[in-house]
């Protein structure tokens, strides 16, 4: 899911399908759609739903590459 997402979610459906039919009696694979991570996002919403709901989520609401590195110097706040 990984690659698919950074790829915008262009071309790489077939990927994500592929591991979710592979994997998918796994227990952990069972678990993801009740984590709050993005692959759980993705499996909990469904793939079908997901081909037209992420790409625009990525492009309005997070960017999962966004680096983070260069704004915590400015920071005012205490960083423990």
Known sequence: MHRAAA???AASWGDVEALATKYRDRRWMAALPETQIW??????????KARVVMPAMLESFVD???????TLPSLSIPMR
């Open 7 to 9: 790829q915008r979610f």
């Open 39 to 48: 692959a759980g996002t993705i499996l909990g919403m469904g793939l079908d």
């Open 64 to 70: 999962l590459f966004y680096d983070s590195v260069s």
